[in-house]
């Protein structure tokens, strides 16, 4: 069944704009003008995928293939990235397009210029980054936790992130200066200023097994006040509504991986770097916390020796 609309302001509520019978999912509904354009284009693009994903979540044909990565892929996986990229094609022509299933598109750079507008900024600076299920994983064997996450990086910087989560019932959102919602209530990050107090997640020992930071893992899980492994965006965007104050996650991530996240945390005022403490998306780990518990969080995952 497609979500309904609850209206659509940022203070009140935002539930995805989307016909009950999904009769035409090519054109997503997306929210008023006055959140932004570029964050109403990202919210309506989540809308668009939000139709395709549920439609086949669960489906006993599902059709599941597996990546030269060995990683899983399904059919709703490619046909949301493609319908994603289909309508940035028309709204955004002269932007460039990074997405997991597809690679990157450079946009139509020789008629930016000609086709930019105050609403829709026609530049090689602007990408558009896109992961149409991130869990795909759990997707596929019909656990929920799974959302679409669509980011908008100026410069080489994130400034828009939406995560989608319908089977959760769930949505993050932020743009840069903002502020970082959920459903529509602004979220902001805990206030636990200890080790001892915090609730830690992350993705898998093996993961940090891997890169030989197992010890310093369990050595941090052991002083939490409690653990749990949500992993994926879940971890992070729990981080950024206050209801988790440390994730974790190593394992070759991906900036498609990161960057919806990574502004939706900032905005609600926590921290997310990599291991080595650097503010970026694209390093293949991350350290996303309240902010009060990073140092101590780096400093305790710090290869030893």
Not at 188 to 215: K, M, Q
Request: hydrophobic content about 45%; glycine content about 12%; proline content about 6%.
């Amino acid at each position: 069944m497609a979500p309904q609309s609850r209206g659509c302001d940022p203070r009140v509520g935002y539930i995805p704009r989307i016909a009950a019978d999904a009769a035409d999912p090519a054109v997503p509904a997306g929210p008023p003008s006055d959140l932004g354009p570029d964050l109403a284009l990202a919210l309506g693009l989540a809308d668009l995928a939000d139709v395709i994903t549920l439609a086949r979540f669960r489906a006993r044909d599902l059709v599941v293939d597996t990546k030269p990565d060995l990683t899983p892929v399904t059919e709703a996986d490619r046909a949301a990235e493609a319908a994603i990229r289909d309508h940035l094609r028309v709204a955004r022509p002269g932007d460039a397009v990074l997405g997991e299933e597809e690679g990157e598109d450079a946009g139509e750079q020789a008629g930016a210029a000609a086709g930019a507008t105050a609403d829709a900024p026609g530049s090689a600076t602007r990408r558009w980054i896109v992961d149409p299920i991130d869990g795909t994983k759990g997707y596929a064997r019909g656990i929920p936790v799974w959302a679409t996450l669509v980011a908008l990086e100026v410069d080489g910087a994130p400034v828009v992130g939406v995560v989608s989560a319908p089977a959760l019932g769930a949505r993050w959102w932020a743009a840069r200066g903002g502020g970082a919602f959920r459903d529509g209530e602004p979220i902001r990050v805990s206030e636990v200023a200890r080790v001892e107090d915090a609730h830690l997640s992350y993705d898998s020992v093996a993961g940090f097994e891997a890169i030989d930071l197992d010890v310093q893992l369990l050595a941090l899980a052991r002083r939490c006040w409690r653990t749990r492994a949500f992993g994926d965006f879940w971890s992070h965007v729990m981080v950024a509504d206050g209801s988790l104050d440390i994730a974790v996650e190593v394992g070759g991530l991906a900036l498609w991986d990161l960057a919806a996240p990574m502004v939706i945390v900032q905005e609600a005022g926590g921290r997310f770097t990599d291991l080595r403490g650097a503010v970026r998306a694209d390093g293949g780990d991350v350290v996303a916390t309240n902010g009060l518990l990073h140092d101590e969080v780096l400093h305790a995952l710090a290869p030893r020796g």
